[in-house]
């Protein structure tokens, strides 16, 4: 019996295996955070290993990347080398990160043994030597105040038609982000699929679409106004391939400004709280 | 003073004696028979059972709303809940009270007529409630003065029909074992029929009987085969405890036939839910139909849909009786469209498998053989690495109901397509925890859902309206033509004979049950649960 409901904009987090349970209190959290072990008690033993895996690649590889060296999320080998313990991994996969699509784990489907046991599998792999760190954080800021800003929000600035990115150095490793500025990544977040619109007039409406059911659809069109319509009033209606983001290109962004806006982006964490939200 | 006080007495007096003169020109509160639930919907100002009749057709005989008027259909009152969840319950009607059970063990009676609320009823939940898949209810069944449930702590109750209050309280199991009561009754003659809910938590599943009047248990029948049961070779592999942790959960209510006095319901999963490796063998009799003496609880046949199920293919779904004629002959048959993606017609005197023919994608089997057992396709197995395969766990369809429209042959079922990659490990059985032994990973592209029309004669799709959504909202019919349905949180009606949509209505919440229809005060009714409110709609200008 297994019933999972989907709305549109948990489609990413169900479909890496983590269901939405009730929101789990501060004080719950911390009682939590005492009751579990601060090491890992199946580290090492062989059929954690072996089940962590699959459940590795159940849940988690969808994000992650199969090696777990990064895709959509980040790089988990280096978790550890990097000054990163058990606890507060479990506590990571257990209560979620808050601002990304790193959701809670609902205890009811997710043991506290299943998430041991995903641990125990990824301290089996190796972990690559991050390079270390290139470009310009600052200059990096202009280049996206430049290119980026107009549709994406940074801690309360910037636009709202694309993802506000005030956390997206938690959320995304530096390469898929590099993926997704040069236009080599198809992956478009829930809530941003790009739509056009012909209505009976045949005037042709882009934007993203933020949801739709068999009588209407309803969207951010690319002038950030958000509006329904009614598909009776309109004589297509078509989700498009291509993101409303543009592909940045080396003759758009050299190298090197591309550099300098990675250094700043995984740098955004989410420190300064977004203003009104 | 006196007066006053005169005046009061007579008052008194003169109502005391106009309330008798009413009493004694209305008729006696009418009292829910075992022959009323055998008629169904005979009197179409009752709604009685969780699909309408003992046969589950969802089909009502009224008349009022067509398809030529339907487009005038609007709400009359709305009643919401004060309670968290979902409606997963269908709604019983009798003599213009709506009985109807909520997430979290509440229940309500409301006025029909109006939406107001009449009684309210809760439970006192124990704390540690082990529910895989929402703390829902899926309805009352109902006899006499006394409405029937069972409990999220696995528990089956009593309660008047009057007063919301609890007649009798009886433990089917327990609850802290993982094992749920989530199922509507199936009420035959003297017995409160019900089962529990549980696999994903390594329960044995059973159906059980229970007096109407007392509460104390008549039979049982476990859906996982015991020592002492025909079927229990069909539980090998190294786990020889293996039945007992087997799952074979029942979540939704069964059939009954009279005449044969055969009860059917379907089981649910066998237990892990993705390793089989532990319980090699068919695993009888978990995702199958079983056919059992209403009296007695004896089986009288089975047939397994999904031998050996590996991919939680609960076959929790509505057995639907119904009297047909099938290569030139009269046969009386079952109906099942399974969540393995299969529409089967079986004799339901016998269990012998007449038609099996997909209705949605499949890939774990493409068709069933003769010896009506399903044809298994290559890589089809779960896997560490994980394997594709069509539908997902959520299946074909699920525990939204059918209906069927005898006059037309035709039924109506919510059809999910969807394909999913299904994982597994090893998993240790410990009471109450999760004992599934895998997980799959959704297919978000793969994923849609429509409304299909089968002809039963032939299991071809007659038509189909394509939702936008993966629907999880149940099915009614009526004999003007209409099938009333949904998807994304929109109440719809269609046309009978060819799928045209012709009314709907944003409810504002998720469907999740399906509607049901009366007549009150001659004026039809069209009842929808939605989220945690119910809808009453009728004709606008009537």
Redesign the interface.
């Known amino acids: 019996?297994?019933?999972?409901?989907?709305v549109?904009a948990a489609?990413?987090a169900?479909?890496?295996?983590f269901a939405a349970g009730a929101a789990p209190a501060a004080q719950q959290r911390e009682a939590g955070r005492d009751a579990r072990p601060a090491k890992n008690p199946l580290e090492g033993n062989a059929?954690a290993i072996?089940?962590g895996?699959?459940?590795f690649?159940?849940?988690c590889a969808?994000c992650h990347g199969p090696d777990a060296h990064g895709y959509l999320g980040p790089d988990l080998t280096g978790f550890w080398a990097a000054g990163g313990n058990d606890g507060r991994m479990f506590d990571i996969v257990r209560y979620g990160v808050s601002g990304t699509e790193m959701i809670a784990a609902d205890p009811?489907?997710v043991?506290d043994k299943d998430i041991w046991?995903v641990l125990a599998y990824l301290r089996t792999l190796a972990a690559v030597p991050s390079a270390p760190p290139t470009g310009d954080a600052a200059s990096g800021e202009r280049v996206f105040r430049a290119n980026c800003s107009t549709c994406h929000m940074v801690n309360g600035r910037g636009g709202q038609l694309g993802p506000d990115l005030s956390r997206i150095g938690s959320a995304r490793p530096r390469t898929g982000l590099a993926a997704k500025i040069r236009g080599t990544s198809a992956f478009i977040r829930p809530g941003y699929e790009p739509v056009t619109l012909v209505t009976r007039q045949g005037e042709r409406i882009r934007g993203v679409r933020k949801n739709?059911?068999?009588?209407s659809i309803q969207i951010m069109d690319m002038r950030e106004r958000l509006q329904g319509y009614l598909k009776t009033n309109l004589s297509d209606v078509t989700i498009d391939k291509q993101s409303v983001m543009p592909a940045y290109g080396p003759d758009r962004l050299p190298d090197r400004d591309l550099d300098d806006l990675l250094r700043y982006l995984t740098t955004l964490r989410g420190v300064a709280e977004t203003a009104g939200r | 003073m006196r007066t006053v006080i005169a005046r009061l007495m007579f008052g008194t007096a003169a109502a005391a004696a106009l309330s008798w003169s009413v009493a004694a020109q209305q008729p006696a509160p009418a009292q829910v028979t075992p022959q009323d639930l055998r008629d169904g919907l005979k009197n179409p100002t009752r709604w009685l059972t969780y699909s309408g009749n003992y046969a589950n057709h969802r089909h009502s005989p009224l008349t009022q709303i067509t398809p030529a008027n339907v487009n005038r259909l609007v709400a009359q009152w709305q009643f919401q809940t004060d309670t968290l969840g979902k409606f997963e319950a269908t709604p019983l009607v009798v003599d213009g009270v709506i009985y109807v059970t909520g997430p979290l063990d509440t229940a309500w009676a409301i006025d029909a007529r109006s939406g107001r609320q009449i009684w309210r009823y809760k439970r006192d939940l124990p704390s540690g409630l082990i529910a895989c898949c929402g703390l829902v209810n899926r309805g009352f069944g109902v006899m006499g003065d006394h409405l029937f449930k069972t409990t999220l702590d696995a528990h089956v109750v009593a309660i008047s029909r009057k007063s919301g209050a609890i007649e009798w309280d009886t433990p089917m199991a327990n609850f802290k074992q993982g094992y749920s009561g989530t199922t509507a009754p199936l009420v035959v003659k003297d017995k409160v029929i019900v089962g529990v809910a549980g696999a994903e938590y390594g329960v044995r599943g059973f159906i059980d009987a229970y007096d109407a009047q007392t509460g104390k248990q008549v039979w049982r029948f476990n859906t996982t085969a015991g020592p002492e049961d025909p079927g229990h070779a069909t539980w090998r592999g190294t786990d020889a405890k293996a039945w007992e942790h087997g799952g074979g959960s029942i979540w939704v209510p069964g059939a009954y036939d009279p005449e044969l006095n055969l009860v059917y319901w379907g089981t649910g999963n066998a237990g892990p839910d993705y390793n089989g490796i532990e319980r090699e063998g068919d695993n009888l009799y978990t995702a199958s139909i079983v056919a059992l003496d209403a009296d007695t609880g004896k089986l009288r046949w089975h047939y397994q849909f999904t031998p050996h199920d590996i991919w939680d293919y609960d076959s929790t779904q509505m057995p639907v009786l119904a009297d047909l004629t099938l290569d030139g002959a009269p046969q009386k048959v079952v109906l099942f469209a399974n969540r393995n993606g299969f529409f089967y017609v079986l004799d339901r005197a016998t269990g012998k498998l007449l038609r099996a023919k997909p209705f949605i994608n499949t890939t774990w089997a493409k068709e069933v053989r003769g010896d009506g057992r399903p044809m298994l396709q290559p890589n089809s197995v779960p896997s560490e690495e994980g394997t594709k395969v069509c539908p997902d766990q959520t299946g074909g369809t699920n525990w939204m109901p059918p209906s069927f429209d005898p006059s037309l042959n035709l039924f109506f079922v919510t059809a999910r397509e969807s394909c999913g990659i299904f994982f597994t490990w090893k998993d240790d059985y410990t009471p109450g925890d999760a004992f599934r032994g895998g997980a799959v990973q959704r297919m978000g592209e793969t994923q849609v859902s429509a409304l299909r029309a089968i002809d039963v004669a032939t299991g071809a799709r007659k038509w189909e309206f394509s939702y936008a959504n993966q629907s999880w909202a149940g099915v009614l019919s009526t004999a003007s033509g209409l099938v009333f349905a949904g998807s994304s949180g929109n109440l719809m009606a269609f046309d009978a004979k060819t799928g045209k949509n012709l009314w709907h209505f944003q409810t504002g919440n998720a469907l999740y049950a399906g509607a049901i229809t009366y007549m009150i005060d001659d004026r039809q009714y069209v009842l929808m649960p939605s989220g945690t409110a119910l809808t009453a709609f009728a004709l606008a200008d009537f």
């Not at chain 1, 019996?1 to 989907?6: E, K, L």
């Not at chain 1, 739709?212 to 009588?215: P, S, V």
């Open positions: 019996m297994t019933q999972s409901a989907v549109s489609v990413l169900m479909s890496i295996g059929q072996s089940n895996a699959a459940m690649r159940n849940r969808g009811t489907r043991l046991q739709e059911d068999e009588f």
